[in-house]
């Protein structure tokens, strides 16, 4: 076995058993071509699997990421054995706009060589690109794609939150779409997460989205006296048949009260004062919706004549 002299060389390749509780636990040649095949028994049923050996290949590959995130990245190539010598690789892809180095040296003793490489502009990001690497008759392939891209980014200015009365309109709100690797569109705009009795007002609720320049409009949130105190987030949504791409600021609806909490005692006739607590935005402001407060209580004192 191994060398023939009871030795045996050492080999590093990686053979992964995907989605499997364990890996096959016997070894026989069942075919008689002098090598050794995996035998696995099947729990619970009559069955068995069988791994039939082979040559190892001569050197395997693996990329640092599945999914690009940008427009670069790198990979490693592992040979099976080390050398004695300098081994040159050639890689290749059959996938237009991906650039690597036609070939790479895995020096004398190493068991392992990094390249990196690059998706040029005319790389279809929808595509899945190979690249392949080749040592003598062995060719190792790996496989990735670049990360999924929104065909457009949304921002909002001022994207601050908003705090308004009941029956108030928020400050306008400027929505930018910007392209992304030349897309281009018709994207419908609308809001989610408004309170009751409240709606969006765009300046245009349908923008025309192209790699030729940013477009913009702009949106209001208008409220009645009937809008209920909240503080939540209102989404931006810009929508079109491929992409929903939202964006929220948080809008705060505050209600204005007027509290006397105690009752006017005096003598008929007399006068007497008294203390009304007036509760509302800044610097009317109360710890009724927001705990850590940025104003306080106006306390007003007026006088009641009875005759």
């Avoid at 640092?64 to 490693?76: D, K, L």
């Avoid at 899945?128 to 949304?154: E, K, P, W």
């Avoid at 908003?162 to 897309?183: C, D, E, K, R």
């Amino acid at each position: 076995m191994g060398n023939g002299d009871g030795t045996f060389t050492p080999t590093y390749d990686v053979f992964p058993f995907y989605k499997k509780f364990s890996y096959p636990k016997y070894a026989h040649d069942l075919d008689g071509d002098g090598r050794a095949d995996l035998l696995e028994l099947d729990g619970a049923t009559s069955c068995m699997h069988v791994f039939k050996g082979a040559p190892a290949p001569a050197l395997q590959i693996q990329l640092n990421e599945s999914q690009v995130i940008g427009t670069s990245a790198c990979g490693w190539i592992f040979p099976n054995v080390p050398a004695t010598s300098d081994r040159g690789v050639t890689l290749s892809s059959s996938v237009s706009g991906v650039t690597l180095p036609a070939s790479l040296t895995i020096a004398a003793g190493s068991l392992s060589q990094q390249f990196c490489y690059s998706l040029a502009s005319n790389y279809d990001w929808r595509q899945v690109f190979d690249i392949r690497a080749q040592l003598g008759s062995d060719v190792a392939i790996a496989y990735a794609s670049q990360s999924y891209v929104a065909g457009y980014a949304q921002t909002l200015s001022p994207s601050a939150e908003q705090v308004i009365y009941p029956s108030q309109s928020t400050a306008p709100v400027t929505i930018n779409l910007t392209s992304s690797q030349g897309y281009s569109s018709t994207v419908q705009l609308h809001c989610e997460g408004l309170p009751a009795g409240a709606t969006c007002v765009f300046g245009s609720n349908t923008l025309t989205v192209s790699p030729a320049a940013v477009v913009s409009t702009t949106v209001v949130v208008h409220t009645t006296s009937a809008t209920p105190a909240s503080s939540l987030p209102l989404y931006v949504v810009a929508s079109d048949s491929n992409n929903d791409v939202r964006r929220f600021f948080m809008l705060t609806v505050y209600p204005l009260v007027v509290v006397s909490p105690f009752p006017v005692n005096t003598t008929s006739p007399g006068t007497a004062s008294v203390d009304l607590f007036i509760v509302g935005l800044p610097p009317l402001h109360a710890e009724l919706l927001r705990p850590a407060g940025r104003g306080n209580v106006q306390v007003l004192r007026f006088s009641v004549a009875v005759s």
